[in-house]
C-alpha cells in the first residue's frame, strides 16, 4: 500500500517516490532500467497518468505525475511493481519483495512544480551516478532541455508556460539549471549493492 501525503484525486500532480525492497538496488543493468521504462509507458497509459519527469537511480525511482482520474497513480504503482517483478522473475529467477511501499506528495504551484523536476533529473548528480543531468541517460532531463524524443513525458501546463515555443521552453527550463545548485557540489556516494546476485539466488 502505498504513504500518501494526500488523497489521490483526478488531476493532481504527484512526486512519487519508489524504493526497492530493504533499500537494496532495483537496477543491475541497462537492460533493468529500459525495461522497467518499458512498462512504465504502459501502465502510464492504462491508468491514465501522464508523467512529466523521472529519475532511474540505484535504489529509487522518482516521478513526477498527473492522472486523469481519482486513484489513478495507485493504479499506475500497482501495475509498474506486478510488471517489473514479473521480468525479474523471468529474467533472474526472483521471487521476492521489490519494492517498498511507495510515498507520493502533491505538488500545486508553478515553481513548486519546476523546483521538483528540477530536483529530480538533478537527482542522478547528487548522487554522483553522472557528473551532470544530461549525461545521465535514465532520466527526463533530456527530454525536458534538449529535446530529445521521449514517448513516456508529457509536458506539465507549468512547464509549457516558460515560453510561447517549444525552443523557448527548453531553453527557459535548461536555464534553471544554470543556476547554482548541487550538480557543482556532487559528491559519489557508494554504490547501492547490486541485485544482480540477491535476483540470482
Not at 491514465?48 to 513526477?64: D, K
Amino acid at each position: 500500500m502505498p504513504r500518501l501525503a494526500c488523497p489521490e484525486e483526478a488531476h493532481a500532480t504527484l512526486h512519487v517516490v519508489q524504493c526497492g525492497h530493504g533499500r537494496f538496488a532495483c537496477f543491475s543493468r541497462a537492460r533493468d532500467r529500459a525495461a522497467y521504462l518499458d512498462a512504465l509507458r504502459e501502465c502510464a497509459a492504462r491508468a491514465e497518468c501522464a508523467v512529466h519527469a523521472y529519475a532511474l537511480m540505484g535504489n529509487h525511482v522518482h516521478l513526477l505525475l498527473t492522472s486523469t482520474r481519482p486513484r489513478g497513480p495507485s493504479r499506475l504503482m500497482t501495475g509498474i511493481s506486478a510488471s517489473y517483478a514479473r521480468y525479474l522473475s523471468d529474467e533472474y529467477g526472483h521471487e521476492g519483495e521489490v519494492w517498498e511501499p511507495y510515498d507520493a506528495s502533491p505538488v500545486h504551484a508553478r515553481r513548486h512544480l519546476l523546483a521538483c523536476m528540477r530536483y529530480i533529473e538533478e537527482n542522478p548528480v547528487r548522487a554522483g551516478l553522472a557528473p551532470s543531468p544530461e549525461a545521465w541517460r535514465w532520466s527526463s532531463y533530456r527530454c525536458n532541455a534538449l529535446a530529445e524524443d521521449d514517448a513516456l513525458v508529457t509536458p506539465h501546463p507549468h512547464y509549457c508556460s516558460l515560453g510561447r515555443s517549444p525552443a523557448e521552453r527548453r531553453a527557459a527550463y535548461a536555464a534553471l539549471f544554470d543556476r547554482p545548485a548541487v550538480n557543482r557540489r556532487a559528491r559519489r556516494f557508494p554504490s547501492p549493492p547490486s541485485p544482480s546476485a540477491r535476483y540470482r539466488s
